[in-house]
């Protein structure tokens, strides 16, 4: 049976703390706004009127445990209803002061390790575990890459042509490829999947397009507890596949889309008890916020102008957006970046909705060769609709050929991406060229998966040759002319 980092059993874990650790939460409907406890004998992962959840928290400020956040600032000014200025310094004092400590595996403190967690850093804007509760690789820490015209370094040519097929100056991509398990997913998963742990969950379920069920089958197993993944039957990249099973997870393969296997695992998750770990569960979208937080340390705390990311289910607009007016609220930045969700043109039933003004909404049957992204009927529509009404964001869609284009690219560029991430490059060269992207503005993207995982779409094929003989001769031979 699997530890957690801090050396305690599954099982072990005081369910007396945990509760009076979640008593400051509650889940509210994001349809109607009713209000149910954070923790039921039974998990809840929607409202009785059938609406999705989200985590409303009063924040324990770090410098008193007794305080609430709202009282702390207080002490610091006097702070005007909801926005709070004064106390982002001292956040932000936090926060860097544990970014700098260097990570020390050896000692088994488990509040170094935390802080090294690129999610637990921020750990009082995710999740009031207690430190022994969670279960971490650790995740996050992923580069932030400046490849704009403007703020890319001398020496890196080959970065610079991203900024350049975008047509703006100051470009960053953050690439959460760089995660344990290749995707962003790990952010949402170390939340998600210590909540499924201390809640004393027997089992845990996913339904996914790939990298979800590469990320719980990946924490399952650290923690020792049964995955069962439903996957749409021939729309997940080999790579993805082949490491959810490496993992031991059973593979429930659906004949049918990712919709169809979303429906049929929340189904499935209520009549058997099982731990439901979709970003329908809004653990695990408290998780994903890191994200957002770790892009803008990275940036010192200077909010760009936009943040530009791929949307398919929806949970990581819905996290991002969060952390953002989180962080805006707490004074950690002095404004707002406009957030733009990026949808497969095939697959886009939030963008229509959007040129709606949000006045309908209606599934669409998806079809893209971004195979991450492939949803017609995304969970957490309500969610990224108040994201994006909040940021005064925008929603477009590009064409598959616009994704392939824009994956070239940054392939090109040595970074490379899988095809889904590549929906934010595709995605910031649209709006530049229609001039909602201005030139110079701040510009961040985010490249959610790695490249490795599919080694099928848009991956140049070179004219093949037979081997060449194992002689200097007939190397020299094949390389004249191509040097
Ligand atoms: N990019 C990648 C690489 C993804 O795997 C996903 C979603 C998204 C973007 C879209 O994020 O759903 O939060 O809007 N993948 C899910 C999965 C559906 O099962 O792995 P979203």
């Known amino acids: 049976m699997g530890t957690n980092f801090a050396g305690l059993q599954p099982g072990q874990f005081d369910q007396e703390a945990l509760s009076q650790a979640f008593a400051a939460l509650s889940l509210r409907c994001v349809e109607c706004a009713a209000l149910y406890p954070a923790l039921e004998a039974q998990p809840r992962y929607r409202c009785d009127c059938g609406g999705v959840l989200d985590v409303e928290a009063i924040f324990q400020h770090p410098w008193s445990q007794e305080m609430s956040l709202q009282e702390g600032y207080n002490a610091l000014a006097s702070a005007e209803d909801d926005f709070m200025p004064q106390a982002g310094a001292a956040w932000r004092q936090l926060f860097d002061e544990r970014a700098a400590r260097p990570p020390i595996w050896s000692t088994g403190d488990g509040s170094l390790l935390l802080d090294y967690s690129g999610v637990w850093r921020y750990r009082e804007l995710i999740l009031p575990l207690p430190p022994s509760m969670i279960v971490s690789r650790p995740e996050g820490n992923t580069s932030l890459y400046p490849v704009g015209l403007e703020n890319c370094g001398d020496g890196r040519e080959g970065h610079r042509r991203i900024g350049q097929f975008a047509g703006v100056e100051r470009l960053y991509l ?9 995707s962003f997913k790990d952010r949402g998963m170390t939340a998600g999947v210590s909540m499924a742990k201390a809640s004393g969950a027997r089992a845990v379920a996913c339904a996914s397009t790939g990298n979800t069920s590469a990320s719980l089958a990946s924490y399952a197993a650290q923690v ?16 993805k596949l082949a490491q959810t099973l490496a993992y031991g997870a059973t593979v429930i393969s659906i004949d049918g889309d ?5 429906r049929l695992v929340e189904q499935a998750c209520n009549e058997l008890g099982v731990y439901l770990l979709n970003s329908l569960n809004p653990y695990r979208i408290e998780g ?3 994200i957002g937080l770790e892009l803008l340390q990275q940036l010192d705390w200077q909010a760009p102008d936009w943040l530009v990311l791929p ?3 929806l949970g990581n607009t819905s996290a991002i957006g969060k952390a953002f007016l989180g962080a805006y609220r707490l004074g950690l930045i002095g404004h707002l970046p406009r957030i733009a969700a990026i949808q ?5 039933p939030f963008y229509r909705s959007y040129t709606n003004a949000f006045a309908s909404r209606a599934p669409v049957q998806a079809q893209t060769i971004a195979t991450a992204i492939k949803i017609g009927d995304p969970v957490s529509f309500t969610r990224a609709r108040h994201v994006i009404e909040q940021t005064n964001g925008i929603v477009e869609e590009v064409s598959d050929e616009e994704i392939l284009a824009a994956k070239a690219v940054i392939d090109r560029a040595g970074i490379g991406c899988e095809p889904a991430s590549a929906a934010t490059l595709a995605g910031i060269r649209k709006l530049a060229q229609r001039g909602i992207i201005k030139r110079d503005e701040r510009v961040t993207g985010i490249l959610t998966g790695t490249l490795l995982k599919d080694s099928a779409t848009g991956i140049p094929r070179q004219p093949q ?9 007939a190397v020299r ?3 004249q002319g191509l040097v």
């Open 477 to 479: 031979k094949l390389l």
């Open 288 to 290: 994903q916020k890191a």
């Open 224 to 239: 020792g507890l049964p995955c069962f993944v439903f996957l749409p039957a021939g729309n997940v990249a080999a790579g």
């Open 258 to 262: 990712f919709d169809d296997a979303m």
């Open 311 to 313: 949307a398919g289910n």
């Open 344 to 348: 497969a043109a095939g697959a886009n």
């Open 465 to 473: 040759h037979a081997p060449v003989a194992a002689n200097s001769n």
């Open 174 to 182: 953050k690439h959460e490829g760089e995660n344990p398990t290749g």
